[in-house]
């Protein structure tokens, strides 16, 4: 059969066109939800629903994205960590301005990064780098009330839930990952437990609902592993 000289023209277009898309790696949206383990029903309302992370994290022969190291602030202000929750990546430095009229002592002894700021004063700021992955509880060894979290992650395919306790991750690439999740107020073994396999791959993906248990309420120690002694009262 004979061609057109359009058709014959059109030909090398299409070809390329093939072998361009053949080569473009496809990419995927991952939704998932947090759910109460008690009652099966997924958290509605903000003031239940805890803050949480979920992140993928990809295994062998699973295209990855690098990760690009960034500044980040979490604000000390009215005895408060502004934001409670950061989510950073490995290599990150955070900066811990002190935004109050009196003295903080930022510490970390968990997990993630292990560090002490020492008593530092108003106006002034320490900084530190979280060089690998991992979750940091943060507190104030002054101030008991105070408390923030800060997670590092080697991966860029991550979500903290909104509201309603949705996850969403846009273009993730096809492929094979494990899932991990944080949610405050979890045990740590019971969230590894809740580590598993999964396959993206098509436009979307839903991993279905998380279930969680009751949140606990652990009182933390101070710096020295003690009980937190009652702040004085000022003298009026």
């Not at 996850?167 to 690439?173: S, Y």
């Not at 405050?184 to 279905?208: D, K």
Request: with cysteine.
């Amino acid at each position: 059969m004979l061609l057109t000289r359009q058709a014959r023209c059109a030909i090398p277009a299409i070809l390329f066109v093939c072998f361009f898309s053949a080569g473009v790696s496809k990419a995927t949206e991952v939704t998932a939800r947090l759910a109460s383990a008690q009652s099966g029903q997924p958290a509605k309302k903000l003031a239940k629903t805890p803050p949480a992370v979920l992140w993928l994290e990809p295994v062998p022969l699973t295209p990855g994205a690098a990760v690009t190291p960034g500044k980040f602030v979490l604000l000390q202000k009215n005895k408060t960590f502004i934001p409670h929750l950061l989510v950073v990546p490995v290599g990150s430095s955070v900066a811990f301005p002190n935004a109050d009229p009196f003295f903080h002592n930022v510490f970390s002894l968990f997990d993630g990064k292990r560090f002490d700021l020492g008593l530092y004063e108003a106006g002034s700021s320490r900084t530190v780098l979280f060089s690998r992955q991992g979750v940091s509880y943060i507190f104030c060894d002054i101030h008991s009330e105070m408390s923030a979290v800060v997670i590092a992650l080697n991966t860029p395919f991550y979500s903290a839930s909104d509201g309603n306790g949705d996850f969403r991750l846009a273009d993730v690439p096809n492929g094979e990952y494990d899932l991990h999740i944080w949610v405050e107020g979890q045990r740590p073994s019971f969230l590894e437990g809740l580590t598993r396999r999964v396959h993206v791959s098509g436009r979307s993906v839903n991993l279905g609902e998380i279930q969680v248990g009751a949140r606990t309420q652990e009182q933390h120690l101070d710096k020295f592993g003690r009980p937190y002694a009652p702040e004085p009262k000022p003298a009026y």
